[in-house]
């Protein structure tokens, strides 16, 4: 699978930014998608991750109730979208893929695209 995340940019606190990755390269319906950060100096973590079929997500805690992970398989298509930001949201937003829903939520992937910065200023 390749990805290609695109999307990031800078922005203020409490505004709205939407991620997007574009997939390609095998079924992408047989595939669970998530996102990944890494901010300046300290370890990746996870942010969210969607079933193939768009049933089940799961997100880190610290975006509970802002963020919201979809996909449009017919479009080859997940999507990251970030509301009500903070200053402790600017790090460096990966898309990842696996066929297991439960090794991305544990921070791990076997597909990763390059990343894209989210600056959140106070």
């Known amino acids: 699978v390749q990805l290609q995340a695109f999307g990031g940019g800078l922005v203020q606190a409490g505004d709205s930014l939407r991620l997007s990755c574009a997939a390609s390269?095998?079924?992408?319906?047989?595939?669970?998608m998530g996102w990944f950060r890494q901010a300046p100096g300290k370890e990746r973590e996870f942010v969210a991750t969607?079933?193939?079929?768009?049933?089940?997500?799961l997100y880190a805690d610290s975006v509970k109730g802002r963020f919201t992970i979809s996909r449009d398989n017919a479009k080859n298509m997940v999507y990251l979208q970030m509301n009500s930001l903070k200053p402790e949201d600017t790090a460096v937003y990966y898309c990842v893929a696996d066929i297991s829903f439960i090794r991305i939520s544990g921070g791990e992937a076997n597909w990763w695209g390059q990343g894209t910065l989210v600056t959140v200023s106070s």
């Open positions: 969607i079933s193939y079929s768009g049933t089940n997500t």
């Open positions: 390269g095998r079924t992408f319906g047989g595939v669970s």
